[in-house]
């Protein structure tokens, strides 16, 4: 995978069209991508990712052309696959599809010669929609926290398409910083997410 995250970088690269943003100016955006998600736990080993997809819009309002406030709504699959929980008694295969409506509120700094590049960063607050054993189809929400908080990171790149209308390629990523799980007495178990996504911003 960090092959893959590589050539895309390096494909991103080759881009030098320039556009600019106006002070005061709110552009509009739809996304879709590819997640690999996982967690983290003290005791807790993941073999394989679980991949999914986001689907998302946002608003990016512009202070100058440098600097703009992100605020986005995505539809993010998370969770993990061959995971291994230590109970006392041996390991416990694990394979969870969780769910979340994700609300992230970032900074968003745009730089290069062009402005066509982008740096986001900032807080996320998830909204639990679904959790599921995907083995047995055993319904798992009752188990988890309705809410997750955590940071998310992301870089991409845009191209003018048309007048007003731009296609972005982005690298994003999740970290967690709240346990998932609701009344856990063990370690706490945190979500993360990578995710490379393509969309249109008018």
């Known amino acids: 995978m960090n092959k893959f995250f590589t050539t895309v970088l390096v494909l991103l690269a080759v881009s030098t069209t320039a556009f600019s943003q106006s002070k005061g100016e709110t552009k509009f955006g739809v996304n879709v991508g590819l997640n690999f998600a996982n967690v983290t736990a003290s005791g807790m080993t993941n073999d394989d990712y679980r991949i999914g997809f986001n689907a ?62 982008y740096l986001n960063f900032g807080p996320y607050v998830g909204i639990l929609l679904k959790a599921k054993e995907t083995a047995g189809g055993m319904d798992l929400k009752p188990l988890f926290s309705s809410t997750d908080f955590g940071a998310d990171l992301g870089i991409g790149v845009k191209f003018p398409v048309a007048a007003k209308t731009k296609l972005f390629i982005e690298l994003n990523g999740q970290g967690g910083l709240t346990d998932i799980f609701k009344n856990n007495t063990g370690s706490t178990v945190r979500n993360t997410l990578s995710a490379v996504n393509i969309g249109f911003e008018f």
């Not at 993990?80 to 694990?94: A, L, P, Q, S």
């Open 56 to 117: 998302g819009v946002y608003a990016d309002h512009y202070f100058s052309d440098s600097w703009s406030l992100k605020a986005k709504l995505t539809y993010d699959q998370k969770g993990w696959d061959k995971g291994f929980i230590n109970t006392g008694g041996g390991n416990v295969i694990t394979n969870y599809q969780v769910d979340y409506l994700t609300i992230p509120v970032l900074a968003n700094w745009h730089f290069g010669r062009t402005k066509n590049w």
